[in-house]
């Protein structure tokens, strides 16, 4: 049985950061995934754009996700795929095997993980299933980049789940995409359709609690995006909730679509041609690790020690019980760290977590779970992992000024 130095559980922007800084540190990585490409919720949830990653400090404009986020931009550009913060993610999914592939980071796909044997608190090896059949998959280091902290649950490090007071988590979202629109006659009034949506869903006309319609542009002309469908009060690591959230969701999805069909000017000739492969998942499980960091830390604009990454994204929490969404925005020129110490699980010493389950409140999370975010979280995940791998060291004692200066020197922004 073939032994890596790294496997990253997830092909996620956190993931795949995470296997490319690995591999750049000298490490054989594998990739593990239960899709059929990398790009995690971006490409299965289509989830677009990329949210605000920069703030303006001395008159300057300051990118806080830089590294290998910014790599994964200047491809996309390269290739006319990014207008914007917006991106096409057939291109994306197209350069991100690239990328892996140029690093001989070895991929598996359709490979669902199912459990993990662990000893002595270390993690031994991951157990998948895929069309081959039941496989074991051994590593001396492990990087839980799910999105869902499996491999920590799995593994036994304590986890948390949304809010503390009732465990809710952020509403899951079950994205969409109309093509054939008259986006110029759409934006024209498109302020008067929302609210006459106001008007209906006061009037109980829908079932969709969200408390407008959320449309994005896209690249591609008479396409336009949707993140409008909201569903509460449902477990996202319970596979029933799950299943009751994609089938309530396609609901919302062909109300809201009948609803600018006929009201909506620019949706007459329109025809809904996508929804994601898979239901959004804003919040889930997340691990309780060496540091929980919390919404107060953000606000305050902690500057950590062991600082990994950076943010300054605001707190924007869809109301995991209904309608509303609330902010709290960072000031101008702002921003936030996130330490390492939140990448570490409790109870095993060979495996970090990267993306949006690591250690943190519901708050928190609210705002470090971006895609530009998470990307960086993952590049610190696999650099940690390759230092760790190369110096023999264990991630809990690993020299935090060797890994800060290593991101550095690879163009990432930690403050
Ligand atoms: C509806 C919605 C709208 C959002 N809007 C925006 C936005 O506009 N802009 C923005 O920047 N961010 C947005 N976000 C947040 C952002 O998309 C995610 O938080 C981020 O992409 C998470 O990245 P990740 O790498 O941590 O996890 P993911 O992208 O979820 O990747 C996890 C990967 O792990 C794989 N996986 C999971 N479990 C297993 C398993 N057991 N075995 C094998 N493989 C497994 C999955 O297939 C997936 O590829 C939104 C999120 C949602 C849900």
């Given at each position: 049985m073939k032994k890596y130095d790294v496997i990253v559980a997830g092909g996620g922007f956190a993931g795949t950061a995470a296997a490319l800084a690995a591999a750049r540190q000298g490490a054989s990585v594998l990739i593990v995934d239960k899709s059929n490409c990398l790009g995690g919720a971006a490409v299965n949830c289509l989830v677009n754009p990329f949210m605000c990653y920069w703030t303006t400090a001395s008159g300057k404009k300051l990118m806080l996700s830089r590294g290998i986020f910014e790599e994964i931009c200047n491809e996309l550009e390269k290739r006319n795929a990014m207008k914007s913060t917006l991106f096409l993610e057939e291109e994306l999914k197209l350069i991100l095997n690239r990328m892996v592939q140029k690093e001989n980071i070895s991929l598996l796909f359709h490979t669902y993980i199912y459990d993990v044997k662990t000893e002595n608190g270390s993690v031994k090896s991951l157990l998948a299933a895929n069309k081959s059949g039941k496989t074991e998959?051994?590593?001396?280091?492990?990087?839980?980049?799910?999105?869902?902290?499996?491999?920590?649950?799995?593994?036994?490090?304590?986890?948390?789940?949304?809010?503390?007071?009732?465990?809710?988590?952020?509403?899951?979202?079950?994205?969409?995409?109309?093509?054939?629109?008259?986006?110029?006659?759409?934006?024209?009034?498109?302020s008067l359709v929302n609210e006459l949506y106001k008007k209906y869903k006061a009037e109980g006309k829908f079932r969709n609690p969200r408390e407008d319609l959320l449309i994005f542009h896209t690249p591609v002309k008479g396409i336009l995006h949707f993140n409008t469908t909201r569903i509460v009060k449902k477990n996202p690591v319970n596979a029933e909730d799950v299943t009751a959230a994609e089938i309530e969701a396609r609901e919302q999805i062909y109300e809201v679509y009948d609803f600018l069909k006929n009201h909506a000017d620019g949706f007459e000739n329109s025809t809904l041609i996508m929804t994601a492969p898979e239901i959004g998942v804003r919040e889930s499980r997340m691990i309780k690790g060496e540091y929980i960091l919390t919404?107060?830390?953000?606000?305050?604009?902690?500057?950590?020690?062991?600082?990994?990454?950076?943010?300054?994204?605001?707190?924007?929490?869809?109301?995991?019980?209904?309608?509303?969404?609330?902010?709290?925005?960072?000031?101008?020129?702002?921003?936030?760290?996130?330490?390492?110490?939140?990448?570490?699980?409790?109870?095993?010493?060979?495996?970090?977590?990267?993306?949006?389950?690591?250690?943190?409140?519901?708050?928190?999370?609210a705002s470090y779970r971006i895609m530009p975010i998470v990307c960086c979280i993952g590049?610190?995940?696999?650099?940690?992992?390759?230092?760790?791998?190369?110096?023999?060291?264990?991630?809990?004692?690993?020299?935090?000024?060797?890994?800060?200066?290593?991101?550095?020197?690879?163009?990432?922004?930690?403050?």
């Amino acid at each position: 049985m073939k032994k890596y130095d790294v496997i990253v559980a997830g092909g996620g922007f956190a993931g795949t950061a995470a296997a490319l800084a690995a591999a750049r540190q000298g490490a054989s990585v594998l990739i593990v995934d239960k899709s059929n490409c990398l790009g995690g919720a971006a490409v299965n949830c289509l989830v677009n754009p990329f949210m605000c990653y920069w703030t303006t400090a001395s008159g300057k404009k300051l990118m806080l996700s830089r590294g290998i986020f910014e790599e994964i931009c200047n491809e996309l550009e390269k290739r006319n795929a990014m207008k914007s913060t917006l991106f096409l993610e057939e291109e994306l999914k197209l350069i991100l095997n690239r990328m892996v592939q140029k690093e001989n980071i070895s991929l598996l796909f359709h490979t669902y993980i199912y459990d993990v044997k662990t000893e002595n608190g270390s993690v031994k090896s991951l157990l998948a299933a895929n069309k081959s059949g039941k496989t074991e998959l051994c590593a001396d280091y492990f990087i839980d980049a799910t999105g869902d902290a499996d491999i920590a649950f799995l593994a036994g490090c304590p986890c948390r789940l949304g809010r503390d007071e009732d465990e809710l988590c952020q509403p899951m979202t079950l994205c969409f995409r109309v093509a054939n629109v008259d986006v110029e006659a759409f934006d024209k009034t498109s302020s008067l359709v929302n609210e006459l949506y106001k008007k209906y869903k006061a009037e109980g006309k829908f079932r969709n609690p969200r408390e407008d319609l959320l449309i994005f542009h896209t690249p591609v002309k008479g396409i336009l995006h949707f993140n409008t469908t909201r569903i509460v009060k449902k477990n996202p690591v319970n596979a029933e909730d799950v299943t009751a959230a994609e089938i309530e969701a396609r609901e919302q999805i062909y109300e809201v679509y009948d609803f600018l069909k006929n009201h909506a000017d620019g949706f007459e000739n329109s025809t809904l041609i996508m929804t994601a492969p898979e239901i959004g998942v804003r919040e889930s499980r997340m691990i309780k690790g060496e540091y929980i960091l919390t919404g107060k830390d953000l606000v305050d604009c902690k500057k950590f020690d062991d600082a990994i990454a950076a943010g300054n994204y605001d707190i924007d929490i869809h109301n995991p019980e209904g309608s509303g969404t609330s902010h709290y925005y960072f000031p101008q020129g702002q921003y936030y760290t996130i330490p390492y110490r939140s990448l570490l699980p409790k109870n095993a010493d060979n495996l970090l977590v990267a993306g949006r389950c690591i250690s943190s409140d519901h708050e928190a999370q609210a705002s470090y779970r971006i895609m530009p975010i998470v990307c960086c979280i993952g590049e610190a995940a696999g650099t940690a992992a390759g230092i760790a791998k190369a110096d023999g060291a264990l991630l809990k004692q690993l020299d935090i000024k060797k890994l800060q200066t290593t991101l550095k020197n690879n163009n990432a922004f930690i403050g």
